[in-house]
């Protein structure tokens, strides 16, 4: 949920850190594109803590936007181009992702993974907002999120996670994360957070209300979560 005991002031200026388990044809694909693309699980994160009303994103003008059969056609002859998207666009059937512009993500779910303890899934509402206590956390456990996701119809580019969470109306945390750039497949893409600390102590114990976003470049909005958690001496 964004805790961690580490203070995260100056943490946009930090370089960013790489995930573990990157296989050499994802880093040459990185190399060669300036941007980290994988198939099953993302390059990099950064955690800010600007408030979101003042967390104005760079406008990068990406040009006119293409399907994916475009995109193909697009640069044919340049080879190093024509690796690239292919290697992007993987296995992709071309004629089943239809001719859409807009590429489409949803959220299937979100899991907390903690060591020595089985894992906490959590299926997304069709209405983007849980009733109630959406989970209980143990106070100054490790723990991590994982996101399971589905991309179709066309590229998804900059996918990105927004996190903030607020304590008797005060915020107390945010972050931000960069999930990276996907292609449409029938397969979920999963994306795990990097490992964290829940506060302890009588004054982090207690409700919690917290509010996540999943944009891309473009600032789409394919989900917003409100919801709320405790934070216990246990696990619930």
């Known amino acids: 949920?964004?805790?961690?005991?580490?203070?995260?002031?100056?943490?946009?200026?930090?370089?960013?850190?790489?995930?573990?388990?990157?296989?050499?044809?994802?880093?040459?694909?990185?190399?060669?594109?300036?941007?980290?693309?994988?198939?099953?699980?993302?390059?990099?994160s950064a955690a800010v803590t600007e408030d979101e009303e003042e967390d104005v994103e760079r406008k990068i003008d990406l040009g006119p936007q293409c399907t994916l059969k475009e995109q193909l056609e697009k640069d044919k002859d340049d080879e190093s181009l024509r690796r690239w998207k292919e290697q992007l666009l993987g296995s992709v059937d071309i004629n089943a992702v239809g001719e859409s512009l807009e590429p489409e993500v949803k959220i299937l779910s979100l899991a907390i993974k903690t060591a020595g303890r089985e894992d906490i899934v959590l299926p997304i509402p069709e209405s983007g907002n849980p009733e109630g206590l959406w989970f209980t956390l143990k106070e100054g456990s490790r723990y991590s999120l994982m996101f399971t996701f589905q991309v179709s119809h066309n590229i998804v580019s900059g996918l990105k996670y927004t996190n903030t969470v607020w304590k008797t109306g005060l915020k107390v945390d945010s972050t931000k994360e960069m999930i990276g750039t996907f292609s449409p497949q029938a397969e979920p893409y999963t994306h795990e957070m990097p490992e964290e600390t829940t506060p302890s102590g009588l004054f982090a114990r207690g409700t919690y209300s917290a509010r996540s976003k999943f944009v891309d470049d473009d600032n789409k909005l394919y989900l917003e979560i409100n919801y709320t958690f405790d934070i216990k001496k246990d696990w619930a």
Not at 29 to 39: P, Q
């Open 1 to 44: 949920m964004g805790f961690d005991d580490k203070d995260k002031e100056g943490a946009a200026d930090a370089p960013e850190t790489q995930h573990a388990g990157k296989t050499a044809h994802e880093e040459e694909s990185g190399d060669e594109r300036g941007t980290s693309l994988s198939r099953h699980m993302s390059e990099g």
